[in-house]
Every structure is written in structure tokens, then in C-alpha cells.
């Protein structure tokens, strides 16, 4: 294949990809918009606010999540890999981006209300904020090593820089300095285990990459690969582990959440987990399973045609080896692959397990003497990181033997997600607003705040219930399906899943102990009595901001009683990851 | 629309939708408040009675058929079909008296409500939701739905207790929410293991399909599965939530039979179930929240708990336990019988030592409610036993009513305790004194409540205590005699307490000036309950037995019958197991079969009626010399 050749195809590749790619391609240009418009006079008299919110609606409405999502054997995405397989594009993708976009709509709304970017600042905050954006909507579809660390990256630079948003701020600049370190250290890490992935297996594309591995550990590996490899393993883990705040890789999430403001911290804690848990899904199927891409692309056969060009050129441009393209795998290939991943999908499951356990049970019990809520949210966080790892190793466990039980564990995990949204949204939410009247961030601050502010108290009572996990509140929800999926998994799988139960009777324990410190809050707030010194402050119930409390509480309880789309939703997304 | 639909939901929901009306309500109307908070709570009692009860016949539709032994008016309505959830509920004469009483004591503890001043707008919105929470769990079919109301009735507990709770409220009502959350999350486990064990299309349960109530949907999703299956497909397995489709998947197949551990599904999910309901019974050594939340919560709150929530715990294990767990019931029989005696004489023991009034009438709960679990284990006491199912009939029939008794009397004792206290401020029983002298009426109504939480003939304490008693008799000696020693203990210390409060010279404690005669509106509280205390210790077949009598055979009998098919499999296994010792005098035939057996017991995976398993086992008793 000349040169000519594969640029005629690369040509092809992109126009077809853009396609797909444009809810992304809608967030540059609201970002490039909204720095060029600041050239002009008249353009700087415009409020940032309004491009960013624009720009995460569009690109909202370019994902359709109603279209592609709402039924599951109709779905109009299938998986295709765009631009020469460095991304993907299924379901799973929509799910997470739309959950992205959903945030950022509620996001950007919500820092317009708190009034924390003042007007000369705006546009670089918002720039920050849609460029991670953007980086989390790339580590949800990443299908290449390399993609991984780039859009790692692309999410974290800019989290550091909003981290330090407050000028002049010791802890916020103590804060972001203590963040990028930390995260450049990790991305060090997790590159130099990519580099010894792509070294030994020779790609970085994820599902060759899974093929070759499983090609050679029937061919037998020596053991020194395989050491090298698990070691190789245990180095992307380090840099997922950061972005997810695990256990023992969370250390900067309390000082970055005292520090950061409320508003970053809401970000940090929603989107950029949530991206972060797409990743994790995404790199464990990929390193754990081996698929027929060709027999996904299937349903599309308009794209065959490109698609296996496109493979055709990846493979040949990036492997020495004269082995042709294996157009014409047999079923009994892909059965003999699945199997010997099994060993890798055992590694992943327990690593995930493993670090789910500690990382839910460390961050509850932390949380418990946190007297700041902010450091207390953070562990907080901490600790829902940890649940909603554990439907991580149950796909691991049922994605050989039971695909479409696995999908219904990663549904589990889409669930837990949205339902997280809103509530890590609100209690941020209503920590900021009480931050701009009260100027404290204290727990013992908010002492008897229900005898003045009935709906901050109950909104924020509603959803720390709902992090506890009661019904009838969302949290339940997220908790129930992942609690199930558990189970799924042992019953599924066997006398060998045990260590799944062992998963989900810490996950239970954990929900117990989680109760202390969230009903701690609760307790302060409504059956504290006032303080008699607390100096007066002003927040009026009615007011927008009362207005976007309620309106982000709301579906904490209406996502209780209608989770059957919500569910249907997540199975949907996560339809074509195994099968 | 289905007429028990609208009923059933209209009992739960009413009280919900009260709430939301009353946020809506000026919050310095106090009166305004209580009194629609009240007209709630009644109008729910009247729908509870006229809709299901009908004395004049006029509701022919949800009219209680007390000659039906089956679940009625059950319906099915998709809620999360997408997980098998459905909202399902139905009525039957286990629920159908706990119905009542919860409206009924709600009704009351709202009268008795109305000495709280404090945030009245909040208490009676928590109050409503509570209720809504109570009558939810006594109705829900669907084990999702149970769960979800048995956690609802938490959050307003939480509150109402610490709110408006005593000095050390804080305290109580975190122990009390965190005791019930480690029950609910073992029950959480045991539900998730028991819904993935579960598959509706076994050929075994095809016979008793009709008893499980399945929604059309889910009828006719099983239908054509079945019908795959018998052409040789593979179909996916259908789970459910449905209580009464676990009933029967527990009782006729093997589907909770795989183990883990060594244990099976059944034992497992028993003791986790059991638990759960045991914390809220409460048994010793899982109860010490009661006394503390107890003595904390308001006098209404301490009604409603003592009256309608530990009932709830005693509920559980007849609905859910034993039904669906047989096998775990089966084994653990005598842990459950030991667990009950031992609440009795514990609590009857820590209630002699009491020095507030308040702490003394909760240890007897403690201990009267350990007649509930006992009565209810005896159900299972056959394991190596010469059983008869009358005698287990007797039990469960006994714990059903000292449950409805023990609402009565406990939650009257609760209120009397209260009306004093409001008086004089203070509970303990050494400045107490005199009171018959100064309070006539009250002390009447008074000692005639706690005579019959004494269990004295002729008041409604005595019945569920003398039938659980004579029940265990058969089962096992020691317990009997001590269960029925702790009739002395109980006689000890509420005569005691009577004589200390309400005997005597002279009021010996503070504040005596404000010792007033009973008011009517306490009267209307205290009446009703002393009325019906004493109603149903004369004629309790036509106050309670009547309702429950078909139910409760129904539910024996077929336990029974479970029970004798576990005695003969269990036979079998063990002669099973010598022949496979002596291997040498087996023929090569019988060795064929002992082979096929084995394979079967290791892969668990084939599913066989359990009829098919006897049969075969015939078959083999006939070729064995």
C-alpha cells in the first residue's frame, strides 16, 4: 500500500468520522467562539455564560440520547470505529456523553447562579471547563492506548487550572499545585505502562491489542512477559485509579476539594468521575475481552466497506508483522480467545475488586471526622468511587461465560452514574449558595439552618438520604442495581465469583457506616438548635437559586419511582459492549 | 379499574397524599393541622373497616372473605418491568388484622398527638408518611416494594424521634436507624439472592403457577418460555420479586437449594431475613435500641412503635421467612425457639429492674414479643420430633394474636405512662404513689390495660400467651416449662410496677398540684383501647381468630406438607449415603443410578420436581433387598 493510498483513505475515514464525532466538534467551536468573540469590542460586553451554555446544549442535542437510547433492539448506533480506530462510537459513548453534556447545561447554569467566575474571568472558566469536558467525552470513547493518556490528559489540565480558579487564594493555589503533581506524576506512570503494553504486544489499539494478547498466551507466553505485562497492567491502573480518586491514589481529593471551590468541586466530582468510570470500563473490556469487530460493524454495512479499508490500513501501517489481516475469523477463534483471556479478565476483576473494597471502606470511615464539608464530601466521593467500581469486576467475571449479563452489570454502573449526577450536583449546589450567604463552609455552621432555610434543608436532606442509599430516593436505585449485579455475577459465575460476595457484604457494611456522617449533616441542620451568635445572612427561598435547587433535587425523587427508563436507557447503552 | 386496586392503594397512599396537601397549609394553624392530620388517619381506619371489613355489606367487591384461605384482591401493575418489579398487593388474613390495627393505633396516637407544640406542621407531615410506610409493608406482595416501604417508614421514625424526642433523643434515634439499616442491607442481600436463584419457567413449579399471582405479562412470558423449553430450547431464566411466586419456588423446587459455603441459598437467606426481622421484633441480644428509642420518642411515637412497628418484624418472618425459606426454618428451628425464650425471661428480667416507668413497659415488650417469635418457631420445631401440625397451627395462630394483643396492650400502656407524664414530668417509679386517690378514672383504665398486657384471663394478653405456651409443650419440655415460668416473672413486675405507681398512701414525688383528673380527649384515647382490650380477651374468635383461622391452616398445611416431603428426602439421604458405603453388595444397576445421583448432586444445575426425586427414590426402596 503506497502513501497515496493511505491518504485517500485516511480521507475517507475522516470525513465519515466527523460525523460522529460532532457533539465534540460542537464544544471547539463554542470554546473557540467564545475566546475569538473577546477580540471585539462588542463581543467582550457578552457574557461568556451564554456560549458555553449554548455550546452543551447543541451539543446535547447532537448526542440524542432519545434517539439512540430509548430502545434496545432498535438501536441506531452501533459500534464504529471512527478515525482510524483511535475512537469509538457506540451506545456506551452516547450514554456517558450525554450524561456529560447534561452536567455541563446544569453546570454552567449553576456557576452562572453562584456568580463565581466574575464577568472578566468568565470566559477563561468556561473555556476550562468545556475543554475538560471535551477531554471526558474522549476517555469515554477511547479504543487506543495512546488515546487513553491523551484525553487523560486533556481532562485533568484543565481541572488543574480550574482547581486554582480563585486568584490569590492560598489553599485554591495549594490546591491546584498539589493536583498537577500529582497528576503528572500518575500520567507519568500510566504512560510508561502504555509504552510496555504497546512494546510487548505491538499496538496500542485496543481490541488488536486484546487479540494478540489472547494469541499469546495460547501460544504460551514465557513468564517474564506475563510478569511484565501484569506490571505493565498495575501502571494504567495507577493512572485510572488517580482520576477516580481510589484508594491509595486519592490522597490529593480531600486537599483539592478544601481548596478548589464548591463549584469545581461538584465537576471534579461528577463529570470527571464519570468519565473516568467510562475509561475504566472501557480499558477492562478491552484488555479482557476479544471481539469480532468485524461482526459488529455488521449492522451497518453501509461502513463495511470503509471500515475494514480502515483496518486494513491501521494494521498494515502499524505492524511489521507480514501476517495478513485476519478477515475471515471463525467463530471458534473468538471462543478460543475469549478463553484465554480468562486469566487477564481474573487480573482486572480482582485488581478492580480489590481496590473498589478498600477504596469504599477507606473513604467512609475518613469521612467521618471531617468537620469541613467540602474535605467531607470529597471522602464522600471517595467512597462512591469505591461503589461504583464494584460492577467493574463483576463484568470481568460473567463477560466470557454470560455477555449479556456482563452488559447488564456495566447497565448497573451507567445507572449508579446518572443518579450520581444529581445528587453530588445538589449538595454542591447548595454548599455553594450557602457559602455566598453565610461565608462558612463549616458543618457546625449549619447548625439549626432549617429553622431559616426550609427548602436548602430539605433539599440537602433528600439528597444526603439519597447518598445513604434509602429509597425512595435515587441513591437506592444506583445501589440496588449495582448491589445486583453482584450477585448476578456470583450466581452467574459460580463457586469462583466468590470474592464477589465478598464485594457486596463490604458494599452493605459500607452503606452502614456511610449512615454517621451523612445523617451527622442532616442531624446539624434540623435538629441542632441555632446558634445564638451566628451573624445574620440573607438567602431567600424564593429566588433562582432556591429555583435550581429544587429543579436539580427533583429527579433524585422522580428517578425513584420511573427508573424503568433510566434502566432501559443503560441497558441500551450498554447493548454492543460485549455482544 | 380493579375495585381492590383502588381500595388497597388508597389505604396506603392517602395518608402520602395528606402530607403533600398539608405542606401546603398554613404553618401556625395548629388545630387546622392536627385536626386534618386526624381526619387522615380516620379516614383511612373507615376505608380500612367499611372497604374490607363492610359490616352493611355494601362494598360486595373488597369485602375481607373471611371463609377464603388465599391471598385476595391481588393485583399486578408494571412498576420496573424492565427488573421484574411490580407494584403488587394484596390482602389476606395474616395482613388483614394488622391492616386494622395499624389504622386504628395511628388514629389514636394522632389524638394523643396533640400535646405536641413543638414544629406541629412537620410532625404531622412526618407523621402521615410514617403511616403510609406502616400500611405499605403489611400490604406490598412484591419484595421490592416491601423493601422500599419497610425503609420509607425510617426516615419520618428518625425524625419524629429525634425531634421531638426526650433529652437523650440524639442518641436513640441514631440507634434506632442504624439498627434497622444493618437489618434492611442483610435483608437487601438476602432479597438479591433469592430473586437471582429464582426462574419462573422450572417445569417443577408449573403445577403451582396458579398460586403464585403473576400479572398477565409475566403469565404469559412463562407460558411461552415453557413451551420453548419443551421443544429443547434454551431460555433465559425468568427471576421475580413476587412474594407469592418465592412462596412457591421455595416450597416445591429446589431453585434455593445451591450452596454456598456448604450452606444452602434457603439457610442462608433464613438467618439473614431473620435477622433483619429479629431487629425489629426486637429479640435479645439484637433489641437494645427499643428501650432507648422508647423512652425518648413522644407518647404518640412510642405507641405507633410499640403498637405497629415491632409487629412488622413478627409479620416478616410469617410472610417471608418461613414461606419462602423452609428449609432454613427446618434446620434452624430451635435457634428460632431458643431466640423467643430467651427475649421472655431477658426481658422480663430487665423489666423487674426497671426504674422508669417508660424503660419497664418497653422491656415488656421485649419480652411479650418474644411470645411472637417463639410461636412462630414452633411452626418449624419438627426436626427429629414427633410433630402435629395442630400444634403448630396452635402456634402460629397464638403469635398471631399476641401480636394483635400486644398492639393493644402496648400501645395503651405507652399512653397511660404518657398521660403522667405530661402531669408530673418525670417517670420514675420510686416518687410515684396514690395515684387511684387523685386520678380514679385513670387509674382504673390503667391497671385494666396493664392486667391485660399481665395476661390475665379474660383480657386479650392471655389468649396468644397461654396458646403459645401450650404449642411449644409438644416441641421441646425445657422451653415450655420456661416459657410459661415467665407468666410468674411478667405478673412480678407489672404488679409490682401497679403497686408502686398506682397504690400507696400519697403521691411521694413533684410537682403533685398538677395530678388533674383524666381529660376527655386522653379518655377517647385510652376507652377505645381498654374496650378492646377487654373484647378480645372475652370473644377473640370473633374479634381476630376468625380473620386469620383459613389462612393460617392454609399456610401449615402446606408447610406440613413440605416438611414431610424434607423428612423423607432427608431419609433417603441418609440411606443414600450408607449404601453408597458398603459398595461392595450394590448391584451394577443400582450403581448405575447411584452414579447418575452423584453426577446430579455435583453439577446442582439439573432442575427436577421434587415429586420426581420421591418417585425415583420408590422405585430404588423396591430393587434394594
Request: aromatic content about 12%; glycine content about 6%; some cysteine.
Amino acid at each position: 500500500m503506497n502513501i497515496h493510498d493511505i491518504v485517500d483513505v485516511l480521507l475517507i475515514d475522516t470525513k465519515d468520522s466527523l460525523q460522529a464525532f460532532l457533539p465534540e466538534l460542537t464544544l471547539c467551536a463554542a470554546i473557540v467562539l467564545m475566546l475569538l468573540v473577546r477580540v471585539f469590542n462588542w463581543g467582550r460586553r457578552i457574557d461568556a455564560f451564554y456560549f458555553a451554555l449554548a455550546g452543551s446544549v447543541v451539543a446535547l442535542y447532537f448526542t440524542a440520547p432519545w434517539m439512540h437510547l430509548h430502545d434496545v433492539t432498535a438501536a441506531s448506533v452501533t459500534r464504529t470505529e471512527i478515525f482510524t480506530g483511535m475512537l469509538v462510537v457506540d451506545t456506551f459513548t452516547v450514554f456517558v456523553r450525554s450524561i456529560l453534556f447534561v452536567f455541563a447545561v446544569l453546570f454552567v447554569l449553576f456557576m452562572k447562579l453562584s456568580g463565581m467566575p466574575d464577568r472578566e474571568d468568565s470566559a477563561d472558566v468556561y473555556t476550562l471547563v468545556l475543554g475538560a469536558t471535551l477531554g471526558m467525552c474522549l476517555m469515554a470513547s477511547a479504543n487506543h492506548l495512546l488515546m487513553v493518556f491523551l484525553a487523560v490528559e486533556m481532562a485533568s489540565v484543565p481541572s488543574y487550572a480550574l482547581a486554582g480558579m480563585l486568584k490569590g487564594h492560598r489553599l485554591g493555589s495549594e490546591a491546584a499545585l498539589k493536583y498537577s503533581i500529582y497528576g503528572a506524576g500518575t500520567a507519568g506512570v500510566m504512560l510508561y505502562g502504555i509504552s510496555l503494553v504497546a512494546g510487548l504486544l505491538n499496538t496500542a489499539h485496543l481490541p488488536t491489542l486484546a487479540a494478540r494478547l489472547a494469541d499469546k498466551i495460547n501460544a504460551g507466553m514465557p513468564a517474564e512477559e506475563m510478569l511484565v505485562l501484569a506490571f505493565a497492567g498495575l501502571m494504567i491502573a495507577v493512572g485510572l485509579a488517580f482520576k477516580l480518586s481510589a484508594v491509595p491514589f486519592h490522597f490529593w481529593c480531600p486537599d483539592v476539594f478544601e481548596g478548589a471551590t464548591a463549584e469545581v468541586n461538584a465537576f471534579l466530582s461528577v463529570a470527571s468521575k464519570a468519565a473516568a468510570l467510562a475509561l475504566l470500563i472501557r480499558v477492562a473490556i478491552g484488555f479482557g475481552t476479544a471481539q469480532d469487530s468485524t461482526a459488529m460493524v455488521a449492522a451497518a454495512p453501509a461502513q463495511i466497506e470503509s471500515e475494514r479499508i480502515v483496518e486494513v490500513a491501521y494494521v498494515a501501517a502499524e505492524d511489521a508483522d507480514p501476517e495478513p489481516p485476519d478477515t475471515m475469523r471463525s467463530d471458534e477463534q473468538e471462543v478460543t480467545r475469549m478463553q484465554a483471556l480468562s486469566p487477564a479478565r481474573d487480573f482486572i476483576g480482582k485488581l478492580i475488586a480489590f481496590f473498589a473494597v478498600i477504596t469504599c471502606t477507606f473513604g467512609n470511615f475518613a469521612a467521618y471526622g471531617q468537620t469541613n464539608i467540602k474535605r467531607l464530601m470529597a471522602y464522600s466521593t471517595i467512597a462512591h468511587a469505591g461503589y461504583m467500581m464494584m460492577p467493574v469486576p463483576a463484568v470481568m467475571a460473567m463477560a466470557g461465560s454470560h455477555p449479556a449479563l456482563a452488559e447488564e452489570a456495566v447497565a448497573a454502573l451507567c445507572i449508579y452514574m446518572s443518579v450520581y449526577l444529581f445528587m453530588n450536583l445538589v449538595a454542591f449546589a447548595i454548599i455553594a449558595f450557602l457559602r455566598n450567604a453565610m461565608q462558612s463552609e463549616e458543618i457546625a455552621d449549619y447548625a439549626g439552618l432549617i429553622r431559616r432555610h426550609r427548602v436548602i434543608a430539605v433539599c440537602m436532606a433528600v439528597t444526603l438520604f439519597s447518598l445513604i442509599g434509602m429509597p425512595p430516593l435515587a441513591g437506592f436505585v444506583g445501589k440496588f442495581a449495582v448491589f445486583a449485579s453482584l450477585v448476578n455475577g456470583y450466581k452467574a459465575v459460580g463457586e469462583s465469583a466468590n470474592y464477589l460476595l465478598a464485594v457486596l457484604v463490604v458494599g452493605g457494611l459500607n452503606t452502614v457506616v456511610s449512615l454517621f456522617y451523612y445523617l451527622r449533616i442532616i442531624k446539624v441542620m434540623t435538629i441542632d438548635p441555632e446558634p445564638q451568635d451566628r451573624p445574620p445572612f440573607k438567602f431567600a427561598d424564593v429566588s433562582l437559586q432556591g429555583a435550581y435547587v429544587w429543579l436539580v433535587t427533583a429527579p433524585t425523587v422522580i428517578l425513584f419511582f420511573f427508573w424503568n427508563d433510566l434502566n432501559q436507557w443503560a441497558l441500551t447503552a450498554a447493548r454492543h459492549l460485549l455482544s | 379499574m380493579d375495585a381492590h386496586l383502588l381500595l388497597l392503594s388508597l389505604i396506603v397512599f392517602l395518608p402520602a397524599l395528606g402530607a403533600i396537601v398539608l405542606a401546603f397549609l398554613p404553618s401556625d394553624r395548629h388545630d387546622v393541622l392536627r385536626y386534618f392530620t386526624l381526619a387522615i388517619t380516620v379516614a383511612v381506619l373507615l376505608a380500612s373497616f367499611f372497604g374490607l371489613l363492610d359490616p352493611f355489606n355494601s362494598f360486595s367487591q373488597t369485602k375481607f372473605d373471611t371463609t377464603a384461605s388465599e391471598m385476595q384482591g391481588v393485583f399486578n401493575l408494571p412498576w420496573i418491568p424492565s427488573f421484574d418489579i411490580y407494584y403488587s398487593m394484596g390482602i389476606d388474613g395474616i395482613s388483614f388484622p394488622l391492616i386494622v390495627l395499624t389504622a386504628l393505633v395511628s388514629a389514636l396516637a394522632m389524638v394523643a398527638s396533640w400535646n405536641i407544640t413543638k414544629y406541629v406542621k412537620a410532625y404531622c407531615i412526618l407523621f402521615l408518611l410514617l403511616e403510609t410506610g406502616m400500611l405499605g409493608v403489611f400490604l406490598a406482595l412484591d419484595f421490592f416494594l416491601f423493601y422500599v416501604f419497610w425503609e420509607v417508614m425510617l426516615l419520618p421514625m428518625y425524625f419524629l424521634i429525634g425531634v421531638w424526642g426526650g433529652p437523650r433523643k440524639e442518641y436513640a434515634a441514631i440507634k434506632f436507624f442504624l439498627y434497622t439499616l444493618v437489618g434492611s442491607v442483610l435483608m437487601l442481600i438476602a432479597i438479591l439472592m433469592l430473586y437471582f436463584s429464582s426462574d419462573l419457567t422450572d417445569p417443577a413449579l408449573k403445577d403451582h403457577l396458579a398460586r403464585c399471582n403473576l400479572s398477565a405479562g409475566v403469565k404469559a412470558r412463562v407460558n411461552t418460555a415453557m413451551a420453548e423449553e419443551g421443544l429443547g430450547k434454551d431460555v433465559a431464566p425468568i427471576h421475580t420479586f413476587n412474594i407469592l411466586a418465592l412462596q412457591q419456588i421455595g416450597q416445591h423446587t429446589d431453585q434455593f437449594s445451591g450452596k454456598i459455603f456448604g450452606l444452602t441459598i434457603q439457610w442462608w437467606a433464613f438467618l439473614l431475613l431473620f435477622i433483619g426481622f429479629i431487629i425489629k421484633v426486637p429479640s435479645v441480644p439484637l433489641h437494645t435500641w427499643l428501650p432507648d428509642a422508647h423512652v425518648e420518642a413522644p407518647t404518640p411515637i412510642s405507641m405507633i412503635l410499640a403498637g405497629v412497628l415491632l409487629k412488622m418484624g413478627g409479620y416478616g418472618i410469617i410472610r417471608i421467612c418461613y414461606p419462602i425459606c423452609p428449609q432454613g426454618g427446618y434446620d434452624l428451628a430451635y435457634f428460632v425457639c431458643l431466640v423467643g425464650v430467651v427475649s421472655m425471661v431477658y426481658g422480663a428480667f430487665a423489666a423487674m429492674a426497671q426504674k422508669d416507668f417508660k424503660r419497664l413497659v418497653a422491656y415488656s415488650s421485649v419480652s411479650h414479643m418474644g411470645y411472637v417469635v417463639l410461636g412462630l418457631g414452633v411452626w418449624s420445631a419438627t426436626a427429629g420430633t414427633n410433630y402435629n401440625p395442630d400444634y403448630w397451627n396452635m402456634g402460629v395462630q397464638g403469635a398471631m394474636f399476641q401480636m394483635i394483643a400486644h398492639g393493644i396492650s402496648s400501645s395503651g400502656m405507652f399512653f397511660m405512662v404518657g398521660v403522667i407524664y405530661d402531669r408530673v414530668h418525670h417517670r420514675n417509679l420510686d416518687e410515684f404513689g396514690g395515684l387511684f386517690g387523685k386520678m380514679p378514672a385513670y387509674s382504673a383504665l390503667s391497671i385494666g390495660i396493664f392486667f391485660a398486657g399481665l395476661g390475665l384471663p379474660g383480657l386479650c394478653g392471655f389468649i396468644g400467651e397461654v396458646f403459645v405456651v401450650l404449642s411449644v409443650w409438644t416441641y421441646s419440655k425445657t422451653l415450655a416449662v420456661i416459657s410459661a415460668a415467665v407468666v410468674i416473672l411478667t405478673a412480678g413486675y407489672i404488679l409490682w410496677a401497679i403497686q408502686r405507681v398506682y397504690l400507696g398512701a400519697e403521691y411521694k414525688g413533684p410537682h403533685e398540684d398538677h395530678l388533674t383528673p383524666i381529660t376527655p380527649r386522653e379518655l377517647a384515647v385510652a376507652v377505645p383501647l381498654f374496650v378492646l382490650a377487654i373484647a378480645l380477651g372475652v370473644a377473640p374468635h370473633h374479634t381476630v381468630f376468625r380473620y386469620m383461622d383459613k389462612t393460617i391452616e392454609r399456610q401449615v398445611d402446606e408447610l406440613t406438607q413440605w416438611t414431610e416431603g424434607e423428612d423423607k428426602r432427608r431419609e433417603e439421604a441418609r440411606k443414600w449415603a450408607e449404601a453408597e458405603n458398603a459398595t461392595t453388595a450394590i448391584t451394577p444397576q443400582i450403581q448405575e443410578q447411584l452414579a447418575e445421583r452423584r453426577s446430579v448432586d455435583a453439577t446442582n444445575t439439573e432442575r427436577r420436581p421434587i415429586n420426581a426425586v420421591a418417585a425415583g427414590i420408590d422405585r430404588q426402596e423396591r430393587t434394594t433387598p
